[in-house]
């Protein structure tokens, strides 16, 4: 939805330098992006008996550095909102499910000016283990009453990827800040830079076609 891997990566390094955690920017965002916050915690500082109340405000602390450094120059993946309207146009449910907790999806949510708001959120503070684990997806697909056959996953992550392929849903490749063929699986439809080049393909109409 919101091109905002950048602006993660530059807050965990702010993290982990505050924490000592001697890991590249690159491994960081390896074992953290898809999870949510409590498991990036655990997993970054090896503590995975970490008290959670400690954990959950170490995660408050990063994620409030990060709404303000995106906020200023916030932006959707290109073409996103066009996208969603027109699948919605098409009669076809809108589900979130993010490993964010519920401060940054208010922040996306307002930023990102999405009328109306998608049918459905499953979110990472709600007791759901992160992706690679299917439980953020199944929940999503559960709220908005679809079989997991019939999702259609659009992620920019292997851990997001792989969660797709564990759910039983196909997935669209977003390769904003990973390539093609480490976005790739069996159930993996397409690989995009954006949603526009979905728009040029025509990828809704083929979609329909397709059913």
């Known amino acids: 939805m919101v091109d905002s891997m950048p602006h993660h990566a530059s807050t965990w390094l702010i993290f982990a330098e505050k924490h000592k955690v001697k890991l590249s920017i690159e491994e960081i965002m390896r074992r953290t992006t898809g999870r949510t916050g409590l498991e990036c915690v655990r997993v970054l500082l090896d503590q995975p008996d970490l008290d ?10 990063k994620e409030q550095l990060y709404r303000d450094v995106f906020g200023p120059v916030f932006k959707e993946v290109a073409g996103f909102k066009t996208f969603a309207t027109q699948a919605r146009a098409r009669g076809l449910k809108i ?22 708001a998608p049918d459905a959120i ?16 199944l929940e999503a697909a559960k709220r908005i009453n679809t079989p997991a056959i019939d999702c259609i996953v659009f992620d920019d992550a292997p851990f997001g990827i792989e969660a797709a392929r ?22 993996v ?23």
């Open 95 to 116: 589900g979130v499910g993010t490993a964010g907790d519920i401060h940054n999806v208010e922040f996306v949510m307002k930023h990102l000016q999405m009328y109306p």
């Open 166 to 187: 564990r759910a039983g849903m196909r997935a669209v490749a977003i390769c904003t800040g990973h390539s093609a063929a480490e976005l790739a699986g069996p159930h």
């Open 122 to 137: 499953a979110r990472g503070d709600e007791g759901l283990t992160g992706k690679p684990t299917p439980a953020i997806f």
């Open 52 to 61: 959670e109340a400690v954990a959950w405000a170490m995660v408050h602390e």
């Open 189 to 211: 439809i397409a690989a995009v830079a954006n949603y526009n080049e979905l728009l040029d393909t025509n990828f809704l109409e083929n979609l329909h076609v397709a059913a």
